[in-house]
């Protein structure tokens, strides 16, 4: 016998134990973005060091593509990204003051986690999920959206999955979309004929103050009409 | 700055350590895992009760980083004070009823094999820990939102901090105090300081249960605890994110051995490892909402277990005790949660929305459903391991003669009951936060079910020259005989 002094029973129990960490790593590796990265690397470096060879034998001179270094894609959804957007902004607000937030529902900032970054960037500055703010910051997918917004376009909802369709189908039947939610309506969105959505209706008079370039704006509530 | 991180970290890792080692009860012989058992303690323990404190400075001073080292500087002196003082009267003595010392297990090829593996992983989640909270610097979202956002509030909002919790919710403040108490001792918000919190807690959770599995069942029992919460990838995972999971889960562990220690203590009369179980108790109410939900737990459970055997005055007196501990920090929390923190959502749906969804029973099918399929899926399927590692083993554990064993598994039942009970009157999307939530709360209680399933589980004992397999009070017998 390989181990005398234990009984069949504790072995095969102990032996249990030492494969287990080896199966739930090996489980997690496969999807580490570590991992992944390195094998994305190896991989690109086996094709390059190919089409190297490939280039020699065939004595061409052609433009080959080399592949993009892994580490330079940022996440849009990353504090380090967002930290690089906002940090012109975080020195024209006063971090006293109360602003509100606005948004287009486009691309990755459909979620409340664009406005949990913006929060977080430019804390200590408080940021309610509003337009009625003398103050309102504006992060959107792109600058051009800028120029576009009237108070047709912005409405007020919470970004619930539940509102998500009806979201989806008002964008479609009439273009460009702007959500700026109503502070402390936690629930579900009940009110407005829009079916969980209403117009915000004190939008009237928005004045771009400065726009940031990356789809970060400063906006003043005038007066209302 | 690297001074003043390490300064800073000294001050709260000492308070925690005088604290602890005048609570704890003396251990006869010198012993590593005592020692071990007593710095993880001291870490969880010192940055729970400076952020106690933090808190405390902020709400009566206005914050300047010169008053809180002097504030922190009188709690460490209060804490060597207090060691001077109950080191009199601290005349109990740690003596283990239920294990065999290490000498009795000889040296094998097979727990050697299980050591080297134990240090390799520890090694490798080290490396791993370090090599992707340096990628991911902020954390996990969760972590960003829950934490790391409360923490650049407290720092950066000087006296305007208590108007961030308009926006945020009412999660209590031990993270970001702690965060925010080191960045105001550097002056600067650096990012270091969440992973290195986050490092402690993780590391001090492995070390805590390696050390009490090892005290309370031996070292090969503790290796395999070890070893099975460094499997448990979501463990470290969630270390790496620094969510609030994994220190809670260090409370909920430090709370539940030390009722173990209290069981095996002997001599003298004074209870005070129920003071630091209060501590420890309090400070996961601190760290997180379901805290409360612990305390609640233990209170219920204490009484349907130690109540029937020990008597009224007893129970009473033991319950008094630990609120000792308890209640100094509870009052923190109650404070916090009542004067500035907003208001739970869960509430705000009013009693008719409660009494509504307690009412439908198709959300008793879901959330049963949910956590059915989350516990079967725990951890690669963690919990059948340990199941057939029971059926192999056989257990030791006798109702009648562990009482703080039963103790504690209805402590973790009712846990349960209650994350059902929280969910049952959720406002939110049910499935969806079934869904995203409940692997994390299990988590939570994951290092204390891997130390109770070690309480439970026969070790692996070694066939001795005497021929005796299995029953330890037989291998102590037959030892003696040899």
Same mark, same amino acid.
């Given at each position: 016998m390989i181990f005398p002094k234990y009984s069949p029973r504790t072995i095969i129990g102990i032996i249990l134990l030492i494969i287990f960490p080896f199966f739930t790593y090996s489980h997690w590796f496969a999807y580490s973005r570590v991992v992944s990265t390195l094998v994305t690397k190896v991989k690109s470096i086996v094709t390059e060091q190919t089409l190297?060879?490939?280039? =020699?034998?065939?004595?061409?001179?052609? =433009?080959?593509?080399?592949?993009? !270094?892994? &580490?330079?894609?940022?996440?849009?959804?990353? !504090?380090? #990204?967002?930290?690089?957007?906002?940090?012109?902004?975080?020195?024209?607000? !006063?971090?006293d003051k109360i602003v509100g937030y606005m948004t287009d529902r486009g691309g990755v900032y459909s979620k409340p986690i664009d406005w949990w970054l913006t929060q977080y960037v430019l804390t200590p500055l408080v940021i309610y999920r509003?337009?009625?703010?003398e103050l309102i910051i504006g992060n959107f997918s792109n600058s051009e959206i800028i120029s576009k917004i009237t108070p047709?376009?912005?409405?007020?909802?919470?970004?619930?999955?539940?509102?998500?369709?009806?979201?989806?189908?008002?964008?479609?039947?009439?273009? $460009?979309?702007?959500?700026?939610? /109503?502070?402390? +309506?936690?629930?579900?969105?009940?009110?407005?004929?829009?079916?969980?959505?209403?117009?915000?209706?004190?939008?009237?008079?928005?004045?771009?103050?400065?726009?940031?370039?990356?789809?970060?704006?400063?906006?003043?509530?005038?007066?209302?009409? | 700055m690297?001074?003043?991180?390490?300064?800073?970290?000294?001050?709260?890792? +000492?308070?925690?350590?005088?604290?602890?080692?005048?609570?704890?009860?003396?251990?006869?012989?010198?012993?590593?895992?005592?020692?071990?058992? /007593?710095?993880?303690?001291?870490?969880?323990?010192?940055?729970?009760?400076?952020?106690?404190?933090?808190?405390?400075? $902020?709400?009566?001073?206005?914050p300047d980083t010169f008053t809180l080292i002097v504030f922190d500087s009188f709690l460490l002196i209060a804490s060597i004070i207090l060691f001077k003082y109950m080191i009199r009267f601290n005349n109990n003595s740690l003596l283990i009823k239920t294990t065999l010392p290490d000498a009795y297990l000889k040296p094998s090829w097979l727990i050697s094999v299980v050591v080297a593996l134990f240090l390799i992983f520890l090694g490798g989640t080290v490396i791993i820990?370090?090599?992707?909270?340096?990628?991911?610097?902020?954390?996990?979202?969760?972590?960003?939102?829950?934490? =790391?956002?409360?923490?650049?509030?407290?720092?950066?909002?000087?006296?305007?901090?208590?108007?961030?919790?308009?926006?945020?919710?009412?999660?209590?403040?031990?993270?970001? &105090?702690?965060?925010?108490?080191?960045?105001?001792?550097?002056?600067?918000?650096?990012?270091?300081?969440?992973?290195?919190v986050a490092f402690l807690f993780t590391f001090s959770t492995v070390g805590l249960l390696y050390s009490s599995v090892s005290i309370l069942r031996g070292r090969s029992q503790g290796v395999l605890a070890g070893l099975l919460l460094l499997s448990t990838v979501i463990f470290l995972q969630s270390g790496i994110n620094q969510v609030g999971d994994v220190p809670v889960g260090f409370f909920y562990l430090a709370t539940i051995v030390l009722f173990h220690l209290k069981d095996n203590l002997s001599k003298g009369k004074n209870d005070f490892t129920l003071i630091l179980a209060g501590i420890t108790a309090g400070l996961a109410s601190w760290t997180k909402s379901e805290g409360s939900l612990f305390i609640v737990s233990i209170v219920?459970?204490?009484?349907?277990?130690?109540?029937?055997? /020990? &008597?009224?005055?007893? #129970?009473?007196?033991?319950?008094?005790?630990?609120?000792? &501990?308890l209640i100094p920090i509870l009052a923190?929390?109650?404070?916090?949660?009542?004067?500035?923190?907003?208001?739970?959502?869960?509430?705000?749906?009013?009693?008719?929305?409660?009494?509504?969804?307690?009412?439908?029973?198709?959300? #008793?099918?879901?959330?049963?459903?949910?956590?059915?399929?989350?516990?079967?899926?725990?951890?690669?399927?963690?919990?059948?391991?340990?199941?057939?590692?029971?059926?192999?083993?056989?257990? /030791?554990?006798?109702?009648?003669d562990d009482i703080v064993t039963t103790f504690s598994i209805i402590v973790l039942c009712f846990m349960l009951i209650g994350y059902f009970s929280i969910y049952l009157i959720n406002p939110v999307d049910l499935s969806f936060v079934v869904k995203v939530s409940f692997k994390r709360l299990f988590l939570q209680l994951w290092p204390a079910i891997i130390f109770i399933f070690f309480m439970i589980v026969k070790p692996p004992i070694i066939i001795n020259d005497c021929s005796v397999d299995g029953n330890m009070d037989k291998l102590v017998n037959a030892k003696n005989q040899c």
């Amino acid at each position: 016998m390989i181990f005398p002094k234990y009984s069949p029973r504790t072995i095969i129990g102990i032996i249990l134990l030492i494969i287990f960490p080896f199966f739930t790593y090996s489980h997690w590796f496969a999807y580490s973005r570590v991992v992944s990265t390195l094998v994305t690397k190896v991989k690109s470096i086996v094709t390059e060091q190919t089409l190297r060879t490939n280039e =020699n034998s065939m004595n061409i001179n052609a =433009n080959i593509k080399k592949p993009t !270094p892994i &580490g330079d894609f940022i996440s849009p959804i990353n !504090p380090i #990204y967002y930290e690089q957007r906002f940090k012109h902004l975080k020195s024209e607000v !006063p971090k006293d003051k109360i602003v509100g937030y606005m948004t287009d529902r486009g691309g990755v900032y459909s979620k409340p986690i664009d406005w949990w970054l913006t929060q977080y960037v430019l804390t200590p500055l408080v940021i309610y999920r509003d337009i009625d703010r003398e103050l309102i910051i504006g992060n959107f997918s792109n600058s051009e959206i800028i120029s576009k917004i009237t108070p047709d376009t912005i409405y007020c909802s919470n970004f619930y999955p539940s509102n998500q369709e009806i979201m989806n189908k008002l964008s479609n039947e009439r273009g $460009l979309l702007l959500i700026g939610p /109503k502070h402390s +309506a936690t629930a579900h969105v009940t009110q407005g004929s829009d079916g969980g959505i209403m117009k915000c209706s004190s939008v009237n008079n928005l004045i771009l103050l400065k726009d940031f370039g990356d789809g970060v704006a400063l906006f003043k509530r005038g007066k209302a009409k | 700055m690297i001074f003043l991180i390490m300064l800073s970290f000294i001050i709260s890792i +000492a308070t925690g350590y005088f604290f602890t080692v005048s609570l704890l009860p003396d251990r006869q012989v010198a012993s590593f895992s005592y020692a071990l058992l /007593k710095i993880c303690l001291s870490i969880g323990v010192g940055l729970g009760i400076t952020s106690c404190l933090f808190f405390l400075w $902020l709400i009566t001073f206005n914050p300047d980083t010169f008053t809180l080292i002097v504030f922190d500087s009188f709690l460490l002196i209060a804490s060597i004070i207090l060691f001077k003082y109950m080191i009199r009267f601290n005349n109990n003595s740690l003596l283990i009823k239920t294990t065999l010392p290490d000498a009795y297990l000889k040296p094998s090829w097979l727990i050697s094999v299980v050591v080297a593996l134990f240090l390799i992983f520890l090694g490798g989640t080290v490396i791993i820990f370090l090599i992707k909270s340096i990628k991911t610097p902020h954390g996990y979202l969760d972590a960003i939102i829950a934490w =790391n956002m409360r923490a650049r509030f407290l720092f950066r909002g000087g006296e305007l901090w208590e108007t961030a919790f308009s926006v945020l919710t009412d999660h209590p403040l031990l993270i970001p &105090g702690t965060i925010a108490r080191i960045w105001y001792y550097i002056g600067s918000d650096t990012t270091i300081v969440p992973i290195i919190v986050a490092f402690l807690f993780t590391f001090s959770t492995v070390g805590l249960l390696y050390s009490s599995v090892s005290i309370l069942r031996g070292r090969s029992q503790g290796v395999l605890a070890g070893l099975l919460l460094l499997s448990t990838v979501i463990f470290l995972q969630s270390g790496i994110n620094q969510v609030g999971d994994v220190p809670v889960g260090f409370f909920y562990l430090a709370t539940i051995v030390l009722f173990h220690l209290k069981d095996n203590l002997s001599k003298g009369k004074n209870d005070f490892t129920l003071i630091l179980a209060g501590i420890t108790a309090g400070l996961a109410s601190w760290t997180k909402s379901e805290g409360s939900l612990f305390i609640v737990s233990i209170v219920v459970a204490s009484a349907l277990i130690f109540l029937p055997k /020990k &008597g009224f005055k007893k #129970y009473i007196k033991d319950l008094l005790i630990w609120g000792i &501990g308890l209640i100094p920090i509870l009052a923190a929390v109650i404070y916090f949660k009542t004067q500035i923190a907003s208001p739970s959502y869960v509430l705000d749906q009013g009693w008719t929305g409660i009494i509504n969804k307690l009412a439908d029973p198709t959300r #008793y099918l879901i959330i049963t459903q949910m956590m059915v399929r989350t516990l079967v899926t725990f951890g690669d399927g963690v919990l059948f391991l340990l199941a057939l590692y029971l059926i192999l083993m056989g257990k /030791k554990y006798i109702i009648r003669d562990d009482i703080v064993t039963t103790f504690s598994i209805i402590v973790l039942c009712f846990m349960l009951i209650g994350y059902f009970s929280i969910y049952l009157i959720n406002p939110v999307d049910l499935s969806f936060v079934v869904k995203v939530s409940f692997k994390r709360l299990f988590l939570q209680l994951w290092p204390a079910i891997i130390f109770i399933f070690f309480m439970i589980v026969k070790p692996p004992i070694i066939i001795n020259d005497c021929s005796v397999d299995g029953n330890m009070d037989k291998l102590v017998n037959a030892k003696n005989q040899c």
